[in-house]
């Protein structure tokens, strides 16, 4: 109720190419009657939100809504109901990285790279009594302050406990 629908993805995907292809014929018919009613009943393309052409990742997918796909149909292009190169469950499965490999492939070893540089878990650390009664009374002091629309009192409660925190260097 009352979402927009007329919205382009960076991929350029539209509320109504996606759900061709992801919903059953009731829903998508639905989603064609809102997108006409925000769109001044069909006449102009006016009042999209295109991310496509402002975010761009130069990356191939499916599903695009042939309005808004910026570029030349090709011969191996599919359009049916509007929707280029619509998708089913299955061609989903691995289709980002067969139309995409140099992105897919630099994504693979940056994985790699950051599974290397992954940092050792941290020591464990202890708190004393001493330090565990001072974090109760930070959080009793919350709680007053909440229970006394004091913003300022929550705020500086729970900065308390933050920098407590960090001085100990517990996560």
């Known amino acids: 109720r009352g979402a927009n629908v007329l919205i382009v993805n960076n991929k350029g995907q539209s509320v109504s190419s996606i759900s061709f ?26 009042g999209w939100i295109d991310y496509k052409k402002t975010h761009p990742d130069g990356s191939v ?23 280029v190169n619509p998708t089913t469950k299955q061609s989903r499965k691995g289709n980002f990285a067969r139309n995409n490999p140099h992105v897919y492939n630099s994504r693979k070893k940056n994985d790699a790279s950051n599974a290397k540089n992954k940092k050792q878990t941290p020591a464990r650390v202890t708190i004393t009594e001493e ?41």
């Open 21 to 46: 292809s992801h919903f059953d014929s009731e829903l998508v018919q639905r989603i064609k009657e809102i997108e006409i009613e925000q769109q001044d009943n069909g006449k102009t393309l006016d």
């Open 61 to 83: 997918y499916g599903d695009l809504d042939v309005r808004f796909i910026g570029r030349p149909l090709t011969e191996s292009d599919v359009v049916k109901d509007g929707v």
């Open 131 to 171: 330090d565990q009664i001072e974090i109760e009374t930070s959080w009793e002091k919350v709680q007053v302050a909440l229970q006394t629309n004091d913003s300022s009192g929550v705020f500086a409660s729970l900065l308390a406990i933050v920098q407590f925190m960090e001085g100990k260097k517990i996560q």
